[in-house]
C-alpha cells in the first residue's frame, strides 16, 4: 500500500483519532502515514488555530509526517498534491456523508478510502452509501475499538477545568494546557 493519508480538523486530537491511525497501520500494511490538519475546514469550525492544532497532532502522531492542509476539501487537496498510490483514512460517520462532499466521484477516483468502523455502528448505513458509489471497489473497511472520546467533550471538560486523562494523549493534554486553549 502507498501512502495513507488521515485528514481532520483535529481540535483537540484524541484517542479516538490516534486508535484510528493505529488500526490502519496494523490492518492497511501503511508504509507511511501523513496526518493532514485541515488549516480552514470547510465542514465545520474550529476553536484553535491552525498553528495550535498542527502542534497538537505533532504531539497525538509523534512518529508520522504531520502536514497543514491549506485546502477546505478534499478533491481540492488530491488535485494539487501527487501521492503515489493514496488511501485516505476516514471514519463511518463521515463515509454515512460521504456523496454530499465535494465532488465525491472524483475523490474516488484520485484515492481509494479506506472507512474506519466500530462494533455496534449500522453496517446498513454504510452499505447505502457503497451502493450509489460508481467506483465501490475503491473503498475498504477495517475495524477499531469503540472510544469515548470526542472532540467537543474534550473541550467542554478543559472549559470546565476536568482532567483529560483516559481521552487525550499525555503529550496532549500537556500543550492544550501550557498553551491555554479551549478555556472559554
Given at each position: 500500500m502507498g501512502?495513507?493519508?488521515?485528514?481532520?480538523?483535529?481540535d483537540p486530537p484524541h484517542?479516538?483519532?490516534?486508535?484510528?491511525?493505529?488500526a490502519a497501520r496494523e490492518?492497511?500494511?501503511?508504509?507511511?502515514?501523513?496526518?493532514?490538519v485541515a488549516e480552514r475546514p470547510a465542514h465545520r469550525a474550529v476553536l484553535a488555530t491552525a498553528e495550535d492544532?498542527?502542534?497538537?497532532?505533532?504531539?497525538?502522531f509523534p512518529h508520522d509526517d504531520i502536514r497543514l492542509d491549506p485546502h477546505p476539501r478534499t478533491?481540492?487537496?488530491l488535485r494539487?498534491?501527487?501521492f503515489d498510490d493514496p488511501v485516505f483514512v476516514i471514519g463511518a460517520d463521515?463515509?454515512?456523508?460521504?456523496?454530499?462532499w465535494s465532488e465525491p466521484a472524483e475523490v474516488l477516483e484520485r484515492t481509494r478510502i479506506a472507512v474506519a468502523t466500530r462494533p455496534g455502528f449500522p453496517r446498513r448505513e454504510l452499505d447505502e452509501v457503497l451502493e450509489q458509489l460508481e467506483l465501490p471497489?475503491?473503498?475498504?473497511?477495517?475495524?477499531?475499538e469503540p472510544n469515548p472520546g470526542a472532540s467537543t467533550a474534550i473541550r467542554a471538560r478543559v472549559t470546565a477545568g476536568e482532567p483529560l486523562d483516559g481521552l487525550v494523549p499525555a503529550a496532549v493534554a500537556q500543550l492544550v494546557a501550557e498553551r491555554g486553549l479551549y478555556r472559554s
Open positions: 501512502v495513507v493519508l488521515y485528514g481532520g480538523a483535529f484517542l479516538g483519532h490516534v486508535a484510528v491511525a493505529d490492518q492497511l500494511g501503511v508504509e507511511r502515514l501523513v496526518v493532514l492544532r498542527l502542534a497538537l497532532a505533532r504531539a497525538a478533491v481540492e487537496l494539487t498534491e501527487a463521515q463515509f454515512r456523508n460521504f456523496l454530499s471497489e475503491r473503498v475498504v473497511f477495517f475495524e477499531i
